[in-house]
C-alpha cells in the first residue's frame, strides 16, 4: 500500500541503481534532528526512542516515530493542537506567519 506522499511504500531493503537513496536518507535525517530537538525542549524524546530517518524503495526520506506509549501521542497531538491554534490565531490578527517549514509565508 503506498498513498500519494509515498509514506506507507516499503523501506529499501534492496537498493535499485539509480535511485538517489542517500539524498532522501539525508532529508529524512534532517527532518528526524529537527524533530528531535523540539522534542527535547519540551522532554519528550525519551518517550520517542523510535525516532529516526529513514528512505523508501522509491529514494524518499521518511521519519519512523516508532512504537511510543498514549500519553506521550495524546501530548504530542496537545502541542500539535496548541502550535496550530497560535498560528491560525496569529494570523487572524494580522500577524505574520510563526516560521518553519510548515509555514507558508516563510518561503
Known amino acids: 500500500m503506498t498513498d ?4 506507507c511504500a516499503r523501506p529499501a531493503d534492496c537498493l535499485t541503481p539509480g535511485v538517489a537513496y542517500v539524498r532522501g536518507w539525508a532529508d529524512g535525517k534532517r527532518a528526524a534532528d529537527g524533530l528531535a530537538q523540539v522534542l527535547r ?3 519528550l524524546e525519551v518517550d520517542l526512542p ?4 529513514d528512505v523508501n524503495v522509491f529514494g524518499d526520506g521518511v521519519v519512523t516515530l516508532g512504537t511510543v506509549r498514549p500519553d ?3 501530548l504530542l497531538a496537545d502541542l ?9 490565531a496569529c494570523q487572524e490578527d494580522g500577524w505574520p506567519g510563526l516560521g518553519g517549514a510548515a509555514d507558508s509565508s516563510a518561503a
Open 4 to 7: 500519494s506522499k509515498g509514506v
Open 41 to 43: 525542549a519540551v522532554g
Open 50 to 53: 523510535g525516532l529516526k530517518a
Open 72 to 74: 506521550a501521542a495524546r
Open 80 to 88: 500539535l493542537t496548541t502550535g496550530l491554534t497560535a498560528e491560525m
